[in-house]
């Protein structure tokens, strides 16, 4: 209807072209102020999850979880939420994009914590999945695996791979173990004044992830009516290397 009316206006002479990825291929390459104001905003969400570590417990609600996010967000510096936080426990944690809910958190359960905060324009990301008391094996097993592959990605970083081959290395170790049927999304997404940004890390994406993007590293497993693991960070990508952002520990912490 747009593309209409802008006809209409312009007139015969005038002749509208449809293009892509000029703007999206510009802002995916951060500068180095761009990168710091990035890092401030990882710093924020870093800091929220130490303090979350100190106040989850059984008995507090998906809800109420959410709630302390935004509110620490805010108080720490940043204007706000970059999305809307994912706090699923449990089954609950299968469903990779669930909605806070009132479900109360319970003992022998994994809680993945999705979330991120928008500071001077720029967006955080992460996620970090933790353990109410003691869980069974399968869960830690399922754990193992998520981490190995996010640190064999974040460690095989770099710009010139496509995005196809970084997915691959994450993919491959969740494959092997058992668990590729369980991994249904990519492994990642770059993200700047956006959320979601170019490049996408991603088994469908064939281009060339370049020197200097902001992409996150986000692989999980999601056993339907059991469990969820993610675990993300950010990294900048160099010449044969990575920086990473995120700080925050990412073997399994039991509360």
Do not use: W
Request: aromatic share 4%; hydrophobic share 40%.
């Amino acid at each position: 209807d747009q593309v209409e009316a802008l006809r209409s206006a312009l007139g015969d002479g005038v002749e509208l072209v449809p293009v892509k990825d000029i703007v999206e291929a510009a802002v995916a390459i951060k500068e180095p102020a761009e990168v710091e104001t990035i890092r401030k905003a990882v710093a924020i969400t870093d800091d929220v999850f130490d303090q979350l570590c100190g106040l989850i417990k059984p008995g507090m609600t998906e809800l109420e979880i959410a709630a302390e996010i935004a509110y620490r967000h805010m108080k720490g510096g940043a204007s706000g939420n970059s999305f809307d936080s994912i706090v699923a426990a449990g089954d609950h944690g299968a469903l990779p994009h669930a909605r806070p809910s009132e479900r109360k958190l319970q003992s022998g359960e994994l809680v993945v914590l999705d979330f991120g905060c928008v500071y001077q324009g720029y967006c955080s990301d992460m996620t970090r999945t933790v353990a109410i008391g003691p869980i069974p094996d399968e869960h830690r097993r399922g754990y193992d695996v998520v981490l190995q592959a996010q640190l064999k990605a974040v460690e095989a970083a770099r710009a010139g791979l496509t995005g196809i081959e970084l997915d691959a290395v994450a993919r491959q170790h969740i494959t092997e173990a058992g668990l590729g049927e369980f991994f249904g999304h990519g492994l990642g997404h770059g993200v700047g004044l956006e959320i979601h940004e170019a490049p996408r890390v991603s088994y469908v994406n064939s281009g060339v992830l370049p020197v200097g993007a902001a992409v996150t590293i986000e692989p999980g497993v999601y056993i339907p009516g059991a469990y969820g693991v993610r675990i993300e960070d950010i990294i900048i990508l160099r010449d044969g290397s990575a920086d990473l952002l995120t700080r925050s520990p990412k073997e399994l912490i039991t509360l």
